[in-house]
Structures are given as structure tokens and as C-alpha cells.
């Protein structure tokens, strides 16, 4: 017997919309959460359209040749940075003709495997033993509007397709439960020399990748108290007069603690190597994790938070290398420091969904801005009242040209506190044109609302 998809009613009627358009195919993406017993879909969104596609009329012998592998997996990629914790692209569907129905099955693997191997790349964190590898291929004919659902193992590139049951369900994720917390980062990565050729990015991911280390051994408690990884996330709440769990949506606070040192029964030497410069990271970041309401079990929900602290504060520093790539001005090689701003976090509603979905936003995008990602990327039309944003961006002025020893420690202790707690800002320190050090301040404000502040 194959797996089990529950999926959301509203996941239905957006595919059969599909079905009406005059189009050979229609591809896409479908988001939800995976758990031992069944996985569950709450989204599915249409792979954007390519402006060079219609310009490109060379013949093929199917119209599927012409799926853009690229593109999509582009697409999954930046739709994985929008989904908090708990949540993840499961699969792909493609919406076809009758006549593509002997041809879709191929391209299909060929998609789901190319989409998880790039998302994976990208990641801090790896999957477990005890993580569902299984990925998820839905195809849609357009005609008679029947469904054909099979699922790969993603960790083994010689996976045959198994079947898979596809059922539809009303307010799937109306009593999911959230975990929210706020911890503090302050992260140091060496730039080793002989490593002084890599991209900015990649060595930080380097360094991201020991503090991952960190964020994994940590201790996790939920309202202020430790609980064993097996039991139910739920267990010892009061049940209705039915004998059920009252499982309304329900938001638990969590605290991480990180260990200072290493065990004991570890032994730690001390390394000297020669560096051209660093990174730091220090602020606060607000994360949030999504986990179903069918018994959840404490290691899970645990592990949702885990995997979202890693990803925002990650996808963080790529999109800003990103950006500093579009928009580098050469006149700043030369200078000692640099400061730019990060981009903050953003909660956003999504209609028909309980769960709520992600994106981050620079201190000179506007509302607007954020609505059209969510449309090009999601498809999703959304409320700029909607939005949970606290303040806007406040960087401080500071000379870029500064000397490193003309900085005292205590930069920042001296601003007002309506500055600090709105500054987010990345220092990059260079030397005769090398990059001698780069600072990251993550520095969120203390609201009780679930987004990262600026």
C-alpha cells in the first residue's frame, strides 16, 4: 500500500482551474508537510511563466520537451525560502492533455528529482533516517479530469514510481498548531586564507554550518518545560466530552538552550590558521514552525522549529549576497567597511489557509512589492493590511571608511533604543581590496508578534 496525501479542498478547485485554459500543459508545485503515517498538501502553485518561452518556436517531438528543468527548480527554490518551518515542497503536478498522457510519467521523475536535489543543496540541515524521502508527482488530465498520484524515493535515483492515494479534505490545517521562539545569534565564521577565492557566500555557509551543529544538540522547551521526544506533543491537555484532544489552533512558546562547551568526552584543540578576514552574525531571530494536529509527536514539532531557524537565518545571508551581487558599486571595493542593510522577515495571511507563509523585504521595497512576489511566486493574492510588519528599516550612518581600530566594541551601545531595535545591517570590512572581515547585526525588536523585526 502506498502513501496517503490529505489534501485541502481548496488545492482541488485550483487545479481544475487549470483545466479550462487552452494550454498543452500546465506544471507547478505542491507544499505541505510530511509526518510517518500520511502527508498533507495545503498549496499547490503554477510554475511562473517565461517571457522566452513564447519567443522560442523551435519543433520537438512532444510538447513536454519543452519543460524548462531550469526554471522550475529555480521557481522551488525560491518558493522554499517563503514556507516557515514544518513546511516543504512535497511534488510536482503537471496538468496535461489527453494526448501527453503516455509522456508525462518521465518528465515527472525527471522534475521531482532535479527539484529536491536542488532545494537540498541549499540547505544547512540534512534528512534523518527518520524523515519521509518520498516525493510526490500528481497528473491532471485536462479532459476527463481524472488523477494519476505516484511517489519517489528521492534518496535513491533508481526509485520506481509507487501509487499513492490522493483525498481531499475540507479546512486541513483550520487546528495546526505553531511553535514560535527567539533566539539569540552570534555567530563568528574565519575566513581562512587559503580560502580567500571562494564567494563570500560560500564561505559563510561554511562557517553557518558549525552553528548548525549548535542549533541541532541544543535543548528545546515547550512553555517552560522539557519533554521526551516520543511523547505527544499534546499530551496531558483536557479532552472533550467526545474522549478527543481539543485540537483548536494552539501556539507554543519555545526557548532554545545551546551548550557553551563541549562534552567532556570530547576532546578540544585549539586551531591557528591563517585568515583574511571574518564574518559575524549577532541579533536576535524570530522563527516560527507549523506541525499537524493527528498526534504530533514533541521530536517532530522540535525538529519543524530546528530546520526554520537554520533556513532564515541562511536564506538571509543569500538573498543579501544576491543582492550585493545585481547592485555592487565599485566605488565601495576600496573602502575598509561597508554597511547594508538585510532584509527582515514577514508573516503573511494566505486566503483559505490557517498555516501562514513567509517572505523578506528590504528597508527600500514597499508593500506592494511583497504582493507581487507572493502573486508571481504563489499565485496568491494578498492584503497589504495583512501584512505583520513592525517598523520600518532605521540604519545607522556610519563612515565606511573608518579605520578598524577607530570603531569602538561598544558601537552600538550608545544609540537610542528605538535605533538598536530596529537595525539590521551586514559590515563588510575589506583590506587593500581583500575582504578582511564582514559583520552581520541581526538586531530584532522584542514584540510579541511572529515575525523577525527590523
Known sequence: MGRSYIVEEAVGQYLLNFSNQEKAFVSGLLIGQCSSQRDYVVLATRTPPREEQN??????????????????????????????????????????TPDLGKDVQNALRRLVFAVEKSITKKRLWNLTEDDISDRVTLHVCSSTKKILCRTYDTRDPKSSPKPADWKYQNGLSTSWLSLDC??????????SATTASYPLEKNTKNGLARWAKQIEGGMYLINGQVKEEDCELLEGQKKSSRGNTQTTSQTFDVRVLTHLLLNSNHRSTATVQVCSGSVNLKGSVTCRAYIHSNKPKVKDAVQAL????????????EILFEDLLMNEIPGNKDSEKEFHALPHRIFVPVPGLSVKLCDYKFGDESTQEIQEHFMELLDQHIGIDDLEIAEEINTASINSCMKREDIPENTYDDQPKHLVKTTVALRIQQNIGVVIAAAVALLAAGFSFHYFSD
Request: aromatic content about 4%.
Open 55 to 96: 519567443k522560442d518556436t523551435r519543433s520537438s517531438q512532444s510538447p513536454l520537451d519543452d519543460l524548462d528543468e531550469e526554471w522550475i527548480t529555480a521557481h522551488a527554490n525560491q518558493v522554499s525560502r517563503m514556507l516557515p518551518g514544518g513546511l516543504l515542497v512535497l511534488g510536482i503536478f503537471i496538468i496535461t
Open 306 to 317: 530546528k530546520r526554520d531557524i537554520l533556513n532564515t537565518v541562511s536564506d538571509r545571508c
Open 182 to 191: 527567539t533566539i539569540h545569534v552570534n555567530i563568528h565564521v574565519p575566513l
